[in-house]
């Protein structure tokens, strides 16, 4: 095991802890544990780049780095007009979405552990110290993503705005660390406390998703606070914008450095100091229900009743000619419903597929009015749903449990074709339908029935795709049989990832190109329908 | 084991999880350099009585005192004088065998150098120390579960909680522990151990507690079991006394299902 620097920090803050009745040695052991575990893993953030896993500080130095090139990000924001409001604002509000959902992604199995229970609860340790050292672990992190995240800007802010300007941003971004960390906690333990047994733990991974949807959405509605006018941002208090964090921050510049007094600016300043303590205290009183409501991820629940009608394998019977391919149709869905680790990884990213699509067409409000927009063909934006497709794809011949594998050599299958092409009509009816679904009837509502054509277009398009990035990622092994940590190791896949989201742009530019062609949108349906129908007979011969 | 000092008691202890009472009303008292053989058939209750003595598991009903404490009320030193094997092999496995043990000792107070000293010698003890500074993860399951067994006994406890402490490893390891756990008790130790192995249980056990429907259905030695059921093993005891006489019975039917399919294929 190794010495950590950010233990010896830590040191410094030995008397804080005791204060707080924390055993202080006995955290630093776990501490201790805990970090030379981690090196011995790899974070999320590098799924796609890591070529070979290395032990060692490595690949967590080189997360680092991708933090502080996201930081990059932010210096735009420091030239952006002269409105403090504005540029704080953005700042933090990117900040948050970072720092959030690295939380979520990384460290909410940290924070949600249970298995460790049976080691360190049975020792002689006071639940005081534990939680401690759970959080501090996280902290830990924390404060490094942040110190790399917010390094360039900072120099930047040091060399154009002054000291006092990134002292103020300094002292703010970690008071945002807490609010992050007891705000993401505080909605675990809220959850918790509403659900137990099975339920829970689908619900905890819908919550992740929901939490980066939330951030994404966040942002854009914190954009949209200024009226942009004559080439600056104008900021106007209204009373609902203390539900909004990130404005919080903007107004202790303004009160600081423009001596600007107004009564919303002292609300939301005091806010932004108030807000994370209280946070954190409410956090410190809350957990230790937090630990005995983790409990209930360990409790087995009763029988479930069978659901007596599925529409996913109704339309499965319609889809699946061969009994066998039925069976693996029937089990690949229930692997996509239900295995955690794979929905961790994968449904994210359908979150970012529900909302790209919103993001693009709102962007377009900016300079163009609502019935405007209904006229045009900004409904193409839909077609933002697809680039998650070759990702999912890719993800599908791995799982948390590929180890029960096993089955797909011992048992005598007849067509090995027909158990990925299961899988991959599970895929489109399980998970791709249904956000397309959303997505449509949103759509028709802003662009009225006119579009159908389109969207019958993306769909087939979007098959086409699916077939595409089977092609260009399978093997010839079998779905779910690879180990999620592997995920991470093949390097060469990101840039089949790229080519695959180009070739999303490309369908938009056909699309584009036949809407100009009178009554092309019909002849393009037919040869896409053409094509999957040949397509598919070809590869799953 | 003249002195009979009582290391354990359980006085009417209940606990449901989500409005299922899966204790009933335990009571219990144990004395130290007992074995006893905790048995009963799958979702009786046993793990939840283990973990709600450890600590583990908080909200029962009833009182538990461990070495004259009340576990509700006392903090956490009761736990010191404990060494634990956890059911299902949880375990740092990203650690070596070495680290882990170290670790493991620090938590109870020891010396980290006394330690690391400590778990060698065990370690080559149990036919370890090649692997001594491999990870856990590449372990095999009687690996990992003899890193486990030694990791609960590292730091000298006097009460022993065993879930499944023979599960994966082979005969000749099974009969180490056997003995061990005799020695152990010879020294004064107690030990309280919940397994499947109906004759295993029957040889290491000088009192058997049958838990079923979270009460306890049979208490007493080997001999005074036979007695009371007349039945020649523990098994036939285990049957009798959990109501279950239609082995057979069930054996044939799911044989007829089973080839019934076939007809039909």
């Not at chain 1, 005081?128 to 996280?138: C, E, M, N, P, Y």
């Not at chain 1, 609502?370 to 077609?383: A, E, N, P, R, V």
């Not at chain 2, 956890?86 to 020891?110: H, K, Q, R, S």
């Not at chain 2, 990992?144 to 994966?168: A, M």
Request: proline share 3%.
């Amino acid at each position: 095991m190794h010495n950590f620097t950010s233990l010896k920090i830590l040191d410094f803050f030995q008397p804080l802890f005791r204060t707080m009745k924390i055993d202080y040695p006995t955290m630093r052991k776990i501490l201790e544990v805990k970090l030379t575990m981690d090196q011995r893993r790899v974070p999320t953030i590098l799924n796609d780049m890591s070529k070979k896993k290395k032990e060692g500080k490595n690949n967590f130095l080189l997360s680092l780095l991708i933090y502080a090139f996201y930081g990059l990000m932010l210096v735009p924001f420091i030239f952006l007009g002269d409105s403090y409001m504005f540029q704080i604002s953005i700042m933090i509000g990117i900040s948050m979405f970072i720092l959030m959902t690295s939380l979520i992604s990384d460290f909410s199995s940290v924070l949600l552990n249970i298995r460790d229970k049976a080691i360190l609860n049975t020792k002689p340790i006071h639940p005081r110290t534990l939680s401690a050292a759970k959080i501090v672990h996280i902290a830990i992190y924390l404060s490094l993503i942040t110190g790399a995240f917010i390094a360039i800007p900072s120099v930047v802010m040091i060399f154009t705005k002054g000291i006092v300007y990134f002292l103020i941003f300094l002292v703010e971004i970690i008071l945002l660390g807490l609010f992050i960390m007891a705000f993401t906690v505080l909605v675990y333990m809220f959850i918790l406390r509403l659900f137990d047994g099975e339920k829970l733990k689908d619900i905890i991974n819908y919550v992740q998703i929901l939490l980066a949807i939330g951030v994404v959405v966040g942002y854009q509605i914190v954009i949209r606070l200024f009226d942009f006018v004559d080439q600056e941002f104008i900021y106007d208090f209204s009373w609902w914008h203390v539900l909004i964090p990130p404005i919080w921050f903007g107004a202790p510049f303004e009160l600081l450095l423009n001596q600007e007094y107004s009564i919303g600016i002292i609300l939301l300043s005091i806010l932004a100091v108030i807000g994370p303590i209280v946070s954190i205290y409410i956090y410190s009183l809350l957990m230790p229900s937090f630990e005995r409501n983790l409990q209930k991820l360990m409790e087995e629940s009763g029988t479930r009743k069978k659901r007596s009608w599925n529409l996913s394998e109704s339309v499965g019977r319609f889809i699946c000619i061969s009994k066998e391919e039925r069976a693996f149709y029937r089990f690949s869905s229930i692997m996509l419903r239900r295995e955690r680790d794979f929905k961790l990884k994968v449904y994210p990213s359908l979150g970012m597929a529900l909302v790209f699509p919103f993001i693009f067409l709102f962007n377009n409000l900016g300079y163009q009015s609502f019935s405007d927009i209904s006229q045009g063909k900004s409904y193409l934006t839909i077609y933002f749903c697809n680039i998650i497709i070759g990702t999912v794809v890719y993800m599908l011949q791995f799982s948390g449990k590929y180890k029960g594998a096993w089955i797909f050599q011992t048992t005598p299958i007849h067509k090995h074709s027909a158990v990925y092409r299961a899988t991959l009509k599970a895929f489109l009816v399980q998970l791709y339908l249904p956000i397309l679904s959303v997505l449509s009837i949103v759509y028709i509502w802003i662009f009225s029935f006119r579009i159908i054509p389109d969207l019958i277009i993306v769909f087939l398009s979007a098959i086409l795709l699916v077939l595409i990035a089977y092609r260009v990622f399978n093997n010839g092994k079998y779905p779910f049989t690879e180990p999620l940590e592997s995920a991470n190791q093949s390097g060469g896949n990101t840039g089949k990832m790229i080519l695959l989201m180009v070739a999303v742009a490309f369908f938009v530019l056909v699309h584009f190109i036949v809407l100009a062609i009178p009554f092309g949108i019909y002849g393009y349906l037919l040869v896409l329908s053409i094509i999957n129908i040949v397509g598919w007979k070809l590869v799953f011969k | 084991m003249g002195n009979k000092e009582k290391v354990l008691s359980l006085q009417n202890l209940t606990m449901s999880y989500s409005g299922k009472n899966v204790l009933t009303g335990v009571n219990l008292d144990v004395y130290s350099g007992q074995i006893i053989g905790y048995i009963g058939p799958n979702g009786a209750g046993k793990s939840t009585t283990l973990k709600i003595m450890l600590g583990l598991i908080n909200g029962y009903g009833g009182k538990v005192e461990i070495f004259g404490q009340d576990i509700a009320i006392s903090d956490q030193s009761f736990k010191q004088k404990i060494g634990y094997v956890p059911e299902n092999a949880e375990v740092y496995d990203t650690l070596t065998a070495m680290e882990y043990l170290t670790f493991i000792g620090e938590l109870y107070g020891l010396n980290r150098e006394k330690v690391e000293v400590k778990a060698e010698r065990l370690l080559e003890e149990f036919g370890l120390h090649e692997v001594m500074h491999s990870r856990i993860s590449s372990f095999s399951k009687g690996m990992r579960q003899k890193v486990l067994i030694l990791s609960s006994l590292l730091h000298n406890p006097d009460l022993l909680f065993l879930d499944e402490p023979l599960s994966g490893l082979d005969a000749n390891s099974v009969m180490i522990i056997k003995d061990l756990l005799e020695e152990l008790a010879n020294q004064g130790k107690t030990i309280f151990y919940s397994s499947h192995i109906m004759d295993v249980v029957e040889k290491i056990s000088t009192r058997i507690v049958l838990l079923v429907n979270g009460q306890i259905a049979a208490d007493g030695t080997f001999d005074e079991l036979k007695e009371k059921s007349k039945e020649g093993s523990l098994e036939g005891i285990f049957n009798q006394l959990t109501g279950f006489d239609q082995h057979k019975h069930t054996a044939k039917k799911v044989v007829s299902i089973v080839m019934e399919d076939d007809d039909n294929a």
